[in-house]
């Protein structure tokens, strides 16, 4: 059986940053405050070693949101 979700490859060699330019946007999991101090653990996402932008791909924003609504839920 196959799953309808497509897979993302991990990157291994650098990718130019959107913000900065540089070639330093690599992808990495770590545990990430995002806005309003919520704390999300071991998410993927791609992170620029330079000026330190993130950018996250729908796993990653499905897990986030997820989370937004358990916090809101508990609240």
């Not at 309808?4 to 990718?15: D, F, G, I, Q």
């Not at 996402?45 to 508990?74: N, P, T, W, Y």
Request: glycine share 6%; charged share 25%; net charge positive.
């Amino acid at each position: 059986m196959s799953s309808s979700h497509r897979k993302e490859a991990p990157t291994t060699e650098a990718l130019p940053c959107p913000e900065c330019g540089h070639d330093t946007m690599h992808s990495v999991v770590e545990s990430c405050v995002l806005a309003g101090g919520l704390r999300a653990k071991n998410l993927a996402h791609l992170k620029c070693s330079k000026c330190g932008a993130r950018f996250f791909g729908d796993a990653a924003m499905h897990e986030i949101q997820a989370l937004r609504e358990k916090v809101r839920l508990a609240a």
